[in-house]
Nanobody, 119 residues
Framework: VHVVESGGGLVQPGGSLRLSCATS????????INWVRRAPGKGREWVAS????????HTADAVKGRFTIPRDNAKNTVYLQMNSLESEDTALYYC?????????????WGQGTQVTVSA
């Protein structure tokens, strides 16, 4: 299984950014694609998850209403659409696959992509 994130960058508060997570090497539609972030000086924080068949979508309370997790099956890509960004969203964002949204069960991780929210 191969997981590659892209799309990070610098954005002003209130702005938007879309991260991409391209996956390959697995066909289990019950598997979840998950987004996790690590802010400077803090531990990993689960952000959002979507089951590969699109039946279950979950987002953390901290980003609910601002972040969504659309997908493009034809491209084997899941996105993290981030709107109304705040400085607290500054973090290294990872995409990971796993049999559930539980962080401790993730078995394949991408390299991460940096998101910086600053004026």
């Amino acid at each position: 299984v191969h997981v590659v994130e892209s799309g990070g960058g610098l954005v002003q508060p209130g702005g938007s950014l879309r991260l991409s997570c391209a996956t390959s090497g697995f066909t289990d539609t019950s598997y979840y694609i998950n987004w996790v972030r690590r802010a400077p000086g803090k531990g990993r924080e689960w952000v959002a998850s979507i089951r590969s068949d699109g039946t279950n979508v979950h987002t953390a309370d901290a980003v609910k209403g601002r972040f969504t997790i659309p997908r493009d099956n034809a491209k084997n890509t899941v996105y993290l659409q981030m709107n109304s960004l705040e400085s607290e969203d500054t973090a290294l964002y990872y995409c990971a696959t796993g049999p559930s949204p539980l962080l401790e069960e993730y078995d394949n991780w991408g390299q991460g992509t940096q998101v910086t929210v600053s004026a």
